[in-house]
């Protein structure tokens, strides 16, 4: 069954602060995306990656960074975080093909920057 | 500007009862999919529906696709408590890019 894991599930940062978050697959799907989530918005994707050593910028890349070391792994990097910056954040991954590809996602980490 | 979008920002009805949750996209489309997402957990997918089909089923599960209004319908039949979630429908700005749009979701309430 796929499977994509997040790291930490809640974190709690200070403005200024570095935040990083973590996501691992082990669906040896080509593609992962970070979305955030926040209420009246619905899931807005912020990077993508279409395998180790890429990054794309999505919808609402400002503020935020991305790194794929690997197959499995995929991470979104707040250098400077901003209290804007709150909400949840969602990893996921899938195959190539656009809208007929399923993306499948992780359980989520709540960020909440004072 | 939302290239897809739920028509509906909540609903509600009761178990037993069917309840169809309505999509408009904006822009020609290779698929649409449609998920769901309970409370606390990511999103999931339900249907995967191609632009050249009109309708699929999973189960409960019936939605429709009309490219001519651009518009998509997912329906529940003999509605649980536990389809109690947030229904999304995504679908494709561009295919090469492999990426999906979402929607602002719809709250289905489902009251015992």
């Known amino acids: 069954e796929a499977a994509v894991t997040q790291s930490p599930r809640n974190k709690v940062a200070v403005t200024g602060g570095k935040v990083t978050l973590s996501c691992n697959q082990t669906n040896n799907h080509n593609n992962m995306y970070w979305y955030r989530q926040d209420t009246g918005h619905g899931l807005r994707l912020i990077h993508y990656?279409?395998?180790?050593?890429?990054?794309e910028k999505g919808d609402i890349p400002d503020g935020y960074k991305a790194s794929r070391p690997s197959q499995e792994n995929f991470s979104l990097i707040l250098e400077l975080a901003t209290p804007s910056q709150t909400s949840v954040y969602f990893c996921a991954s899938g195959g190539t093909g656009g809208a007929q590809a399923e993306q499948f996602f992780g359980p989520g980490t709540r960020l909440t920057v004072l | 500007s939302q290239l897809a979008e739920e028509n509906s920002w909540a609903l509600s009805v009761h178990e037993g009862e069917s309840v169809t949750v309505n999509c408009s996209y904006k822009?020609?489309?290779?698929?649409l999919q449609w998920y769901r997402q309970k409370s606390g957990k990511g999103p999931a997918q339900l249907i995967l529906?191609?632009?050249?089909?009109r309708e699929k089923r999973n189960g409960r599960l019936r939605a429709t696709l009309d490219t001519s209004s651009q518009s998509s319908s997912l329906s529940i039949t003999a509605t649980r408590c536990e389809d109690t979630a947030v229904y999304f429908c995504?679908?494709?700005?561009?295919?090469?890019?492999?990426?999906?749009?979402f929607g602002q979701g719809t709250k289905l309430s489902i009251k015992p």
């Open positions: 990656s279409y395998g180790a050593g890429s990054t």
């Open positions: 822009t020609s489309i290779t698929a």
């Open positions: 529906i191609r632009s050249n089909e």
């Open positions: 995504a679908t494709d700005v561009d295919y090469n890019q492999g990426k999906l749009i």
